[in-house]
Each structure stands twice: as structure tokens, then as C-alpha cells.
Antibody, heavy 120, light 107 residues
Framework: QVFLVQSGAEVKKPGASVKVSCEAS????????IQWVRQAPGQSLEWMGW??????DTEYSQKFQDRLTVTRAASTAYMELTSLRSEDTAVYYC???????????????WGRGTLVTVSS | DIQMTQSPSSLSASVGDTVTITCRAS??????VNWYQHISGRAPRLLIY???DSRSGVPSRFSGSGSGTYFTLTINSLQPEDFATYYC?????????FGQGTKVDIK
């Protein structure tokens, strides 16, 4: 059974950085990617970026290109967001990805989310 | 970026009803659409991928269809555990984008 266990809630001041972890188990981590998605209060889901568990290749949404770093070590992925502002207050999710027979990517399993609150 | 316009934003339904949620993409995205169910406080759950493929373990009352720019999620015979928010997602090109969500609540 696949599990994605995320680190606990964080409270940060504007301008600070936050690093959220996502520990995967139940599948071969190096064969798949880990996606990062956030949901601000009252908003929809927003894709931030991803990392391949094996190669370490990354891709970021242009919106977060200059503030986001996604890394991995063993079977854990990390998402670090810098220069935090109040608008970054959100629940941050990791998700493992997969592809259909025809190559359509989808987010297969999700973590339960990490609440990051940015407040002075 | 590809915009996913989802409708309705909310709907009220009764147990046993059939509901349909639609998602329109701002450009042709072939069959690169997935659907997720989200209950507040829980992890989002994949229901349908590649427009119409059901994820293993998902009840057969959930189905997806569409192609090009127009996609639908249908829930037949709504059950109490189905009251949640549903999101479409395109994975045709990055940045992957989601619809605004449809909240299904009890009438």
C-alpha cells in the first residue's frame, strides 16, 4: 500500500523560508515523480512543480520558478519555498504521479497536506 | 497556460440523484484530463484519469467522458460519501492546471 507522509504544520513570518517533506513508501520511489500542489484558503488546487524520484529532474511552474526548490533524498521529497508572503498561506500537498497506457500523466496518491501559515 | 473552466461551481443534490460536472479547456487537450474528489481535511483522491479510465477501487457510479476541449464527470446514484468537492485537471502541458472545483452538497 502506498503512503505519502508529510511533515507537520508550519508558521512562518513574511520573508522567511519553509521546507516541507514528503516520505514515500509502498512503491519504488525511483520509478516515479513527486508532484507538489497547494491550496490557498477558498481557492482551487495549484500545481507548483515536480521532481523525478530517480533522475532528480525537476520542473517548476513559472509562477514559482525563482522561489521554489524541490529535492529528494532516499524515498523522501522536499519542497522549499523562499521569500514567503501572506499569499503563500495554504495547504501544501505532495502526490506521486503515474502515466496511463497512452501516456497521460495523473496524480495517483496524495499526502494529507501540510498547512503553512505566513503571518507577522 | 491552459485554463480549465469548470461548472457548476456548486450544486445541491439528493442521495440517489445523478449529477454531471463539466470542464471546458481553453485549447484542445486530447484526452489529457483527470478528475479528483476532495473532502476538506483529507488527501485529494484520484477518480478518473485520461478522461475515462477509472482508478482501481473507485466505485463504478463515477464515470468520465469527453475529448478535445469538453469533458464531463458523471456520478450515478449519488451516495452520502460522495458529497465533496470535485476538480478536473489537465496534464496536456505544464503548468498542469485545475478547474475551480464543484462543491456537491446535500439538498
Amino acid at each position: 500500500q502506498v503512503f505519502l507522509v508529510q511533515s507537520g504544520a508550519e508558521v512562518k513570518k513574511p520573508g522567511a523560508s519553509v521546507k516541507v517533506s514528503c516520505e514515500a513508501s509502498g512503491y519504488i520511489f525511483s520509478n516515479f515523480g513527486i508532484q507538489w500542489v497547494r491550496q490557498a484558503p477558498g481557492q482551487s488546487l495549484e500545481w507548483m512543480g515536480w521532481i523525478h524520484g530517480g533522475s532528480g529532474d525537476t520542473e517548476y511552474s513559472q509562477k514559482f520558478q525563482d522561489r521554489l526548490t524541490v529535492t529528494r533524498a532516499a524515498s523522501t521529497a522536499y519542497m522549499e519555498l523562499t521569500s514567503l508572503r501572506s499569499e503563500d498561506t495554504a495547504v501544501y500537498y505532495c502526490a506521486s504521479d503515474a502515466r496511463s497506457f497512452l501516456g497521460v500523466p495523473y496524480f495517483d496518491y496524495w499526502g494529507r497536506g501540510t498547512l503553512v501559515t505566513v503571518s507577522s | 497556460d491552459i485554463q480549465m473552466t469548470q461548472s457548476p461551481s456548486s450544486l445541491s443534490a439528493s442521495v440517489g440523484d445523478t449529477v454531471t460536472i463539466t470542464c471546458r479547456a481553453s485549447q484542445i487537450i486530447d484526452k489529457f484530463v483527470n478528475w479528483y474528489q476532495h473532502i476538506s481535511g483529507r488527501a485529494p483522491r484520484l477518480l478518473i484519469y485520461a478522461t475515462s479510465d477509472s482508478r482501481s477501487g473507485v466505485p463504478s457510479r463515477f464515470s468520465g467522458s469527453g475529448s478535445g476541449t469538453y469533458f464531463t464527470l458523471t456520478i450515478n446514484s449519488l451516495q452520502p460519501e460522495d458529497f465533496a468537492t470535485y476538480y478536473c485537471q489537465q496534464t496536456y502541458s505544464t503548468p498542469w492546471t485545475f478547474g475551480q472545483g464543484t462543491k456537491v452538497d446535500i439538498k
